[in-house]
């Protein structure tokens, strides 16, 4: 079945500190990569996706990326949180294998001021 | 644009009533996802439309759900009789031309409690 992990239920960080939140995805042939976020009291929202090419993604508000065919992973990386980064983060993935979406199961972060 | 419209934001029924949800796509979105979130399960997805039209419903839990989209700028996600089970939120999202592809834009969620 077509599954996606997210390594970390519950990441708690202060300002400033670095962030990486890793993803894992079930093969499953072509895919395409995003990273949604859901600010407390506000919509789920794209942060960035991946499709083809340079397997370095930029988003919005600072985030990246990577893509790892090999290890089927598409970690989300920030080099210096802040507070305002307190979020649900969930990875995606469409596998184009019979046409679904599958959400991860979400990680909250924490970043303390 | 307003963006994508839930109604009601919150729902209370008492297990067997019916229950229907309200959707507003983003004007000019030709696709419609319904998804389910939860805490056991997360976010699933439920069904989705392409021009008004079921394209995938494999993702609805049991015969009890229902979604129509009788026109290009609504849907409705029914559940009758509806379950304790069935407690969650529940995410309506549009997106453009490319369905899965394209940027999903999400409305707020209905919180549908089931005592």
């Known amino acids: 079945a077509q599954s996606v992990s997210q390594h970390n239920h519950h990441v708690i960080l202060s300002e400033a500190a670095s962030l990486e939140l890793g993803c894992n995805y079930s093969y499953g042939g072509t895919v395409n990569l995003f990273w949604y976020v859901q600010y407390p009291g506000q919509h789920l929202q794209l942060l960035l996706k991946y499709f083809s090419g340079d397997p370095l993604v930029k988003g919005i508000k600072g985030f990246e990326a990577e893509f790892i065919k090999s290890k089927f992973s598409f970690n989300l990386r920030k080099p210096s949180v802040q507070w305002s980064d307190t979020a649900e983060y969930f990875c995606a993935v469409n596998y184009w294998d019979g046409q679904n979406f599958v959400f991860g199961p979400g990680t909250r972060l924490s970043v303390l001021p | 644009d307003a963006g994508v419209i839930q109604s009601p934001r919150h729902e209370v029924t008492e297990m067997g009533q019916e229950v229907t949800l309200r959707c507003k796509p983003i004007?000019?979105?030709?696709?419609l996802f319904w998804y389910r979130q939860t805490m056991m399960r997360g976010l699933e997805l439920l069904i989705y439309?392409?021009?008004?039209?079921?394209?995938?419903d494999s993702g609805m839990p049991e015969d009890r759900f229902s979604a129509k989209m009788p026109n290009a700028s609504f849907s409705t996600l029914k559940i009758q009789p509806s379950e304790p089970r069935d407690s969650a939120v529940y995410f309506c999202?549009?997106?453009?031309?490319?369905?899965?592809?394209?940027?999903?834009?999400f409305g707020p969620g209905t919180r549908l409690t089931v005592l």
């Open positions: 999202a549009s997106s453009f031309r490319s369905g899965f592809t394209d940027t999903q834009y």
């Open positions: 004007s000019g979105h030709d696709y």
């Open positions: 439309f392409n021009n008004n039209v079921p394209i995938d």
